[in-house]
Nanobody, 121 residues
Framework: VQLQASGGGLVQPGGSLKLTCVAT????????MAWFRQAPGKEREFVAT????????VYSDSVKGRFTASRGSAKNTVYLQMDSLKPEDTAVYYC???????????????WGRGTLVTVSS
């Protein structure tokens, strides 16, 4: 199983970025895809999770109203549109996949390597 995240970079406060994660080799069956992030010196934290159909999405309170997660029509892709970015959003962003629709990090079996997002002027 491979999860490849892309789209990170340097952006000014108030700016936007869109992350993409593509999953390949996931065993047959429905699976949720999620985004987590890890800032320097901090624990990895939940950002958003999207159900297989894309109809159910949950966000952390810290990104609600600013970030939008979505599922691609091919189902093996998940996006994270990040708007109104703040310096505290700076982190490595990881995508994850699991048959269980959950926001709990330890429940996810499959992880990508992450993409760095830096919000700074």
């Amino acid at each position: 199983v491979q999860l490849q995240a892309s789209g990170g970079g340097l952006v000014q406060p108030g700016g936007s970025l869109k992350l993409t994660c593509v999953a390949t080799g996931v065993p047959r069956g429905n699976y949720a895809m999620a985004w987590f992030r890890q800032a320097p010196g901090k624990e990895r934290e939940f950002v958003a999770t999207v159900s297989w159909s894309g109809s159910r999405i949950v966000y952390s309170d810290s990104v609600k109203g600013r970030f939008t997660a979505s599922r691609g029509s091919a189902k093996n892709t998940v996006y994270l549109q990040m708007d109104s970015l703040k310096p505290e959003d700076t982190a490595v962003y990881y995508c994850a996949a699991d048959p269980l629709y959950t926001g709990i990090k330890d429940d996810y079996d499959y992880w990508g390597r992450g993409t760095l997002v830096t919000v700074s002027s």
